[in-house]
């Protein structure tokens, strides 16, 4: 006698058409695209982790070292050693533009290969996907954050004290997702590498020096100083380092509130974007 119901007739076990059977977050989903995302980057943690780590001690060497960078840094009112004032500034930099290209790797790879199918096909929201990107993005700014700080803490000459840990985890986290917000609205709309290489190069890259990572805003003229407060890279970095050095070139409690609502927009314009399938689904 056959197990199978008659046909026209819905077993007991299945849901009818049309009604979901993950009636509220996939966490299962959820958490296996997140990992995918994570073990993507680690396979080449020598590149993507310890080589920012790398390079940015670089940085500091030259700016410091090289250049015989001793004379201290004015900011809010006290004077700071000039390598306490740009390793907080470094470590949030690799943090963002290493947040960036992990978010920007993602849909693009897909689109160029052929396999954007698999973020399309599995029972994902939109929301859903797009937390596990950008989770993953920021996980991986965590990764380079902490080797960067590891490697800076054994630099002689460099002193780094957490006097606001919550400032630090908020500009911190909030950056990170910012550019990853931005690197999945850039793997959205690139249709080659060539694409994201050139918002790295022409965008990223710039507002991020131009932020005052290695120089205090206060002591540009007037037209350099109010185009350094309309970047949104200043708040992010002027916020990270007063976590560390208790003191900051620029109001922190607006930078974060700049910060957080400029992520709720980004946010909001990817959701949209994947949900419509813009440049993806087409």
Known sequence: MSSQPPIGQISPVMNAPGVPVIRNVNWGGLRTLYIKEVRRFFKVQLQTVWAPAITTLLFLVIFTVATGGKQPV?????????????????????????????????????????TIVDYLMPPLSTAELLAAMVGGAVTRAICVGAAVTLAMALWPGV????????????????????????????????????????????????????????????????????????NPFFYIISGFRYGFLGTADSPVLLGGAVILVIDAVLALLCYWLLRSGWKIKN
Do not use: C
Not at 75 to 102: E, H, K, R, T, Y
Not at 170 to 183: N, P
Not at 209 to 216: D, I, N, Q, V
């Open 74 to 114: 004015h900011v809010g009112g006290i004077d700071v050693p000039f390598a306490d004032f740009i390793a907080p500034g470094l470590i949030v930099m690799s943090m963002l533009q290493n947040a960036f290209a992990n978010a920007s790797f993602s849909l693009l790879v897909g689109k160029i290969q052929g």
């Open 159 to 230: 002193h780094l004290h957490a006097a606001h840990p919550f400032a630090i985890l908020w500009f911190g986290i909030l950056g990170s997702v910012f550019l990853a917000l931005i690197g999945v609205l850039t793997s959205i709309w690139a249709e080659k590498f060539d694409h994201a290489a050139a918002v790295q190069n022409f965008v990223i890259a710039p507002l991020t020096l131009l932020s005052g990572t290695f120089y205090s805003v206060d002591k540009l003229a007037p037209a350099f100083r109010a185009f350094s407060h309309a």
